[in-house]
């Protein structure tokens, strides 16, 4: 892999990324529900209804297994709840995005045949698919990191006394660092891989989409109070996540078939 | 410099290419004719390494083109694919630069702003490729083929959508291309171009008909047709002429005759003229168009294909 192709392909893949408005949309959305929502449930319906949070027994009992350790009121401990489960929200994020992009990645260059004078390159299937990965994932992740330090900031302005250093723990960071993208790279690379195989977008969607399924329950088990991933649960899915991601990424490059990609296209 | 041998492909049950051997010398041009579904585009593929021949191979200076040594040959070739195959959301340098950089070319910017002045692309620049005509993004994908300053060519269409004007600049620059040292395969519907740009002219049908000078071509097909003219009206000189063909004829300034031994029978006949008092201009064998050549290598497949 050579790392002068790859930079070319990269910045090119970011360019059309960023041009591209129509898919930069559903980012902005998620991005925009993912920091709104937490605030509107843990900080604005309780101002506008004058009940406390820490008054709900749901909410208290929900919230007593991850805030057992925190030495913090029973207000800022639902509200401690409540912003770390919507903290997941932000991991649909790269997810939704970068699906989005790699969908249309080898579809919208089928259709457009951008691809044939590529291939005539020196360029390389690895090369291609690796670029194509990283220019998805990029400018999503720079949409979450933007989003996560605007929540931090909402939560540093509007959040109970406590809830903000409370929620900055390594666990915080491996959601967001480490889960987040791998979670964002199996997606990419399913998405890829179909791509590459059918001819419209729609269907890689499909299949990439299913990562967010998983993501759904661990997401409804966290809120109903049934699990609470520990550091080390983190850790270990994160890892899994990554050794996926590199599987993936060789079945894609051993899928991608330059010739019916070439051929079979018109 | 570039050559195929015995090159097949197979789609299916289908011969697409069968048994094509060919080969494009440095500082030469030769014309891929043939009609739609002859072949053209997968043979340049094959040349390319794009797609892999079923059996036969291509070389490169001697080095077979595979799959391991494809990334370093496909290097030495620029190829201009059929539809042009831009990016439509980068500018035209934002395209051209990232196949500078593709290729690793020194001072990538200075390449670029080359390109685009040698191919008037300079007003264009930092127009968005959508927004292009169709002759302009021929231009800029042709602009592309040669950034790298390939040894070989591969141009499958290059001057189709251009206008006249443009198409005779990229035959200039072809021109220059090939006193560089390039190998240029051109794939064209265009025989007049063929004629006027090839040194060669393979016809392909699926297999290669004939490969040969447009004008050693032209010579196949010999009608055996011989043409008088004389000053003034025709006609009155008509009944020599059918002397030595019942069927000639006069027309305006011309006598048309078919004559079986034309190396024979014309001194003769020209000499016949003069002295009945003709005043005999030129006289000389119909060479039929580079078309007509074409139409019957083509049709005479057809025919045999039919039985």
């Not at chain 1, 509007?158 to 959601?175: I, K, N, Q, S, Y």
């Given at each position: 892999?050579?790392?002068?192709?790859?930079?070319?392909?990269?910045?090119?893949?970011?360019?059309?990324?960023?041009?591209?408005?129509?898919?930069?949309?559903?980012?902005?959305l998620?991005?925009?529900?993912?920091?709104?929502?937490?605030?509107?449930?843990?900080?604005?319906?309780?101002?506008?209804?004058?009940?406390?949070?820490?008054?709900?027994?749901?909410?208290?009992?929900?919230?007593?297994?991850?805030?057992?350790?925190?030495?913090?009121?029973?207000?800022?401990?639902v509200?401690?709840?409540?912003?770390?489960?919507?903290?997941?929200?932000?991991?649909?994020?790269?997810?939704?995005?970068?699906?989005?992009?790699?969908?249309?990645?080898?579809?919208?260059?089928?259709?457009a045949?951008?691809?044939?004078?590529?291939?005539?390159?020196?360029?390389?299937?690895?090369?291609?698919?690796?670029?194509?990965?990283?220019?998805?994932l990029?400018?999503?992740?720079?949409?979450?990191?933007?989003?996560?330090?605007?929540?931090?900031?909402?939560?540093?302005a509007?959040?109970?006394?406590?809830?903000?250093?409370?929620?900055?723990?390594?666990?915080?960071?491996?959601?967001l660092?480490?889960?987040?993208?791998?979670?964002?790279?199996?997606?990419?690379?399913?998405a890829?891989?179909?791509?590459?195989?059918?001819?419209?977008?729609?269907?890689?969607?499909?299949?990439?989409?299913?990562?967010?399924?998983p993501?759904?329950?661990?997401?409804?088990?966290?809120?109903?109070?049934?699990?609470?991933?520990?550091?080390?649960?983190?850790?270990?899915?994160?890892?899994?996540?990554?050794?996926?991601?590199?599987?993936?990424?060789?079945?894609?490059?051993?899928?991608?078939?330059?010739?019916?990609?070439?051929?079979?296209?018109? | 410099?570039?050559?195929?041998?015995?090159?097949?492909?197979?789609?299916?049950?289908?011969?697409?290419?069968?048994?094509?051997?060919?080969?494009?010398?440095?500082?030469?041009?030769?014309?891929?004719?043939?009609?739609?579904?002859?072949?053209?585009?997968?043979?340049?593929?094959?040349?390319?390494?794009l797609?892999?021949?079923?059996?036969?191979?291509?070389?490169?200076?001697?080095?077979?083109?595979?799959?391991?040594?494809?990334?370093?040959?496909?290097?030495?070739?620029?190829?201009?694919?059929?539809?042009?195959?831009?990016?439509?959301?980068?500018?035209?340098?934002?395209?051209?630069?990232?196949?500078?950089?593709?290729?690793?070319?020194?001072?990538?910017?200075?390449?670029?702003?080359?390109?685009?002045?040698?191919?008037?692309?300079?007003?264009?620049?930092?127009?968005?490729?959508?927004?292009?005509?169709?002759?302009?993004?021929?231009?800029?994908?042709?602009?592309?083929?040669l950034?790298?300053?390939?040894?070989?060519?591969?141009?499958?269409?290059?001057?189709?959508?251009?206008?006249?004007?443009?198409?005779?600049?990229?035959?200039?620059?072809?021109?220059?291309?090939?006193?560089?040292?390039?190998a240029?395969?051109?794939?064209?519907?265009?025989?007049?171009?063929?004629?006027?740009?090839?040194?060669?002219?393979?016809?392909?049908?699926?297999?290669?008909?004939?490969?040969?000078?447009?004008?050693?071509?032209?010579?196949?097909?010999?009608?055996?047709?011989?043409?008088?003219?004389?000053?003034?009206?025709?006609?009155?000189?008509?009944?020599?002429?059918?002397?030595?063909?019942?069927?000639?004829?006069?027309?305006?300034?011309?006598?048309?005759?078919?004559?079986?031994?034309?190396?024979?029978?014309?001194?003769?006949?020209?000499?016949?003229?003069?002295?009945?008092?003709?005043?005999?201009?030129?006289?000389?064998?119909?060479?039929?168009?580079?078309?007509?050549?074409?139409?019957?290598?083509?049709?005479?497949?057809?025919?045999?294909?039919?039985?």
């Open positions: 892999m050579k790392r002068g192709r790859l930079r070319a392909l990269f910045r090119k893949e970011l360019l059309e990324v960023v041009r591209n408005r129509a898919a930069l949309l559903p980012v902005a998620i991005a925009l529900i993912a920091l709104v929502l937490p605030f509107i449930v843990a900080v604005a319906v309780p101002a506008m209804t004058g009940q406390r949070l820490g008054d709900d027994r749901d909410f208290v009992r929900v919230s007593v297994a991850a805030t057992a350790q925190l030495d913090l009121s029973p207000d800022a401990r509200q401690y709840f409540l912003f770390q489960q919507c903290l997941m929200l932000f991991l649909l994020i790269p997810i939704t995005g970068a699906m989005s992009f790699a969908a249309h990645a080898i579809v919208g260059e089928k259709q045949r951008t691809l044939e004078p590529l291939l005539a390159t020196p360029v390389t299937t690895t090369e291609l698919l690796v670029a194509k990965v990283l220019g998805a990029a400018p999503t992740l720079a949409v979450s990191a933007a989003g996560v330090l605007l929540y931090f900031a909402g939560l540093v509007l959040a109970e006394p406590g809830v903000t250093r409370a929620m900055l723990t390594l666990r915080t960071w491996l959601l660092g480490f889960i987040g993208p791998a979670a964002a790279l199996v997606s990419l690379q399913i890829l891989v179909v791509s590459s195989r059918v001819n419209d977008a729609r269907t890689a969607q499909q299949f990439g989409v299913l990562i967010i399924i993501l759904t329950v661990v997401l409804v088990a966290q809120f109903t109070g049934a699990l609470w991933l520990s550091v080390a649960m983190l850790a270990l899915a994160g890892g899994a996540l990554v050794v996926a991601w590199i599987l993936l990424t060789m079945v894609s490059v051993a899928l991608f078939d330059r010739e019916s990609i070439l051929t079979r296209w018109r | 410099m570039i050559a195929a041998a015995a090159l097949t492909r197979v789609f299916g049950r289908r011969a697409v290419v069968e048994d094509v051997t060919l080969e494009v010398a440095r500082s030469e041009i030769v014309a891929l004719l043939g009609p739609n579904g002859a072949g053209k585009t997968t043979t340049m593929r094959m040349l390319a390494g797609i892999a021949p079923t059996s036969g191979r291509v070389s490169i200076d001697g080095v077979t083109l595979t799959r391991g040594t494809g990334t370093a040959l496909r290097a030495r070739i620029g190829f201009l694919t059929e539809s042009p195959g831009l990016w439509d959301r980068l500018t035209v340098t934002e395209n051209l630069r990232v196949y500078a950089d593709i290729y690793a070319l020194p001072h990538p910017e200075r390449v670029v702003a080359h390109a685009l002045e040698r191919f008037a692309l300079g007003d264009r620049a930092t127009t968005r490729t959508a927004e292009l005509s169709k002759g302009m993004r021929q231009k800029v994908a042709l602009a592309r083929a950034l790298h300053d390939p040894d070989i060519l591969l141009l499958d269409e290059p001057t189709s959508g251009l206008d006249p004007e443009i198409a005779r600049s990229v035959r200039h620059l072809l021109e220059e291309r090939r006193s560089a040292g390039c240029i395969l051109v794939s064209t519907h265009n025989l007049d171009e063929a004629e006027r740009l090839a040194d060669r002219v393979a016809v392909l049908h699926g297999r290669l008909l004939a490969v040969d000078r447009p004008g050693a071509l032209r010579q196949r097909l010999r009608t055996g047709r011989l043409i008088v003219r004389v000053a003034g009206d025709a006609s009155p000189w008509l009944s020599i002429a059918c002397r030595f063909d019942p069927h000639a004829t006069a027309d305006s300034g011309a006598l048309t005759l078919s004559l079986s031994q034309p190396e024979r029978d014309t001194p003769p006949l020209v000499r016949a003229l003069v002295l009945a008092g003709a005043d005999v201009i030129e006289a000389y064998a119909e060479v039929p168009a580079l078309e007509d050549a074409y139409l019957q290598l083509i049709g005479d497949r057809a025919a045999g294909a039919a039985r």
